[in-house]
């Protein structure tokens, strides 16, 4: 038998973001989506609260929650804003997260304290105009001169990219794709406005331009021509996250609906009567099941080490469609309320959709899983 419930200290790491999340962030959200701005005093509470170096170990300045204590704070911070969720994740899971996978132990020591506490903010700078799915085609060059590498090229769709201080960039070296840290002010290295995005209007995504960006030879990050690997590695707990995120949004839009269909009445009666209502929310019911237990068990083979990219592209594949799912059916269940500005669900409609886009297109998470499976002759044990 194996047992699966979470220990005392998860359970009280939830209760510390929940309350955080259901009496700061949830009263906000709206106004956060509208303003396009997450508040400096909610990032620096963030921040206070460990969330931006949780899952580290304490001697990187962490608190050793893992990937399921890294996977409990998105799942609570989502049910009340995905795009605090996703500077979160931005800074966590992918921009630091590069460091702590490709790092030596001396550039571990030397930059995760700085992140993990929250004094500088991390992004992670993989995607270009012409790399996206294709990203081992990225275009930005390095060459060492001297004691310094130069970097020159252009990212795009960073989150995170306008503000960050630390800027973890894949760059092409005659040996490869390589990862290196450029700070943010070096000269030559110009993040671009915000985009205007259909939702997650909170955090903010630019481009990055490096134009003969000097960085110390020590800012290589790892070995050079290893950094794609580094990429891929960090990508699979990254998708954990984001399949959290989708749990927790799937959560917080059950219980909604689930409220609302109770209350309004039509044909006199609650809506939540009809058949076709009470199909939608089962099927939610079902999906969250389905998303949590995946999510949760591949976490916790993560932290053992066990985890493998078919099974995080697996999570983040149906963690996503799951919320498409949930989502349309919070709208429908909501009629035109739901289309109105006045309720958070076509916030959550339109922050929802980006899942099955980045960090990995679905369609690109089928290819991993189909790989692997075709590699293993459908044999998955
Ligand atoms: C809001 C936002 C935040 C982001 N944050 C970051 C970030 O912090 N850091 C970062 O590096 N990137 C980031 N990205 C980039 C994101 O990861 C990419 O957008 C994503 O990987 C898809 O790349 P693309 O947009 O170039 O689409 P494309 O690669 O052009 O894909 C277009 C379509 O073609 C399909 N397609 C492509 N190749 C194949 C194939 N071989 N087989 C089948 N179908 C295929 C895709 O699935 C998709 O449907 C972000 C993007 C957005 C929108």
Redesign the pocket.
Known sequence: MIEFTFTEEQNMLREMVRDFANNELKPIAAKIDEEEEIPEHIIRKVAELGLLGAPYPVEYGGSGVGEVGYCIIQEEISRACLSTATFIG?HVS?GTNAIYIGGSEEQKQKWLPILTSGEKIA?????EPSA????FNLQTRAYLDGNEWVINGQ??????GPFADVFSVFARTNLGISLFVVEKGTPGFTPGAPEK?MG?RG?K?SSLTFDNVRVPKDNLIGRDGKGFLTAMKTLDAGRLGLGAACLGACKELLEISTRYAKERKQFGEPIANFQAVQFMLAEMAALIYEVESIVYRTAWLYDRGECTPRLSAIVKLVSSNALDVCVDHAMQIHGGMGYSRELPIERYYRDSR?NR????????QK?VIARDVIKRNGVLD
């Open positions: 931005a992918i992004a992670f700078a993989l995607t996206g799915s294709d990203a990212k795009l769709w960073i989150t995170n995005k997650l955090s995504t980006i886009i980045f960090e990995g297109t679905s369609e690109i290819l």
